[in-house]
């Protein structure tokens, strides 16, 4: 399974945050696989954003759920996140995860892609 994050490195403050996550060697919708979004500001420990799960479900951190949206492209076979008012805070390193199911941890993780909030 691999898993590759594409998007703007580059987002205005107040601006939306998009990125994709494209996924090849199985499908988005094979039970029970929970896909999530996680980030890693610079000098600090990941951040789990949310998820979307093989039956297109979704489940967002309270922190970051006012501003958060995962969607899912079953016929591209990937997800996406978008993220909204987005300021300096933001910027980080975002990747993409599956998990086979809540009772396990991360198996394949994308490569991470940066994205800097800058004017």
């Known amino acids: 399974v691999q898993l590759r994050e594409s998007g703007p490195g580059l987002v205005n403050p107040s601006q939306t945050l998009s990125l994709t996550c494209t996924v090849s060697?199985?499908?988005?919708?094979?039970?029970?696989?929970?896909w999530s979004w996680i980030r890693q500001p610079p000098g600090k420990g990941l951040e789990w954003i949310g998820y979307i799960t093989y039956s297109d479900s979704t489940y967002y951190s309270p922190s970051l759920k006012s501003r958060t949206s995962i969607s899912r492209d079953t016929s591209n076979n990937h997800f996406s996140l978008q993220l909204s008012s987005v300021t300096p805070e933001d910027t980080a390193v975002y990747y993409c995860a599956k998990r086979p199911g809540l009772a396990y941890g991360f198996d394949h993780w994308g490569q991470g892609t940066q994205v800097t909030v800058s004017s």
């Open positions: 060697g199985a499908s988005i919708t094979t039970k029970y696989y929970y």
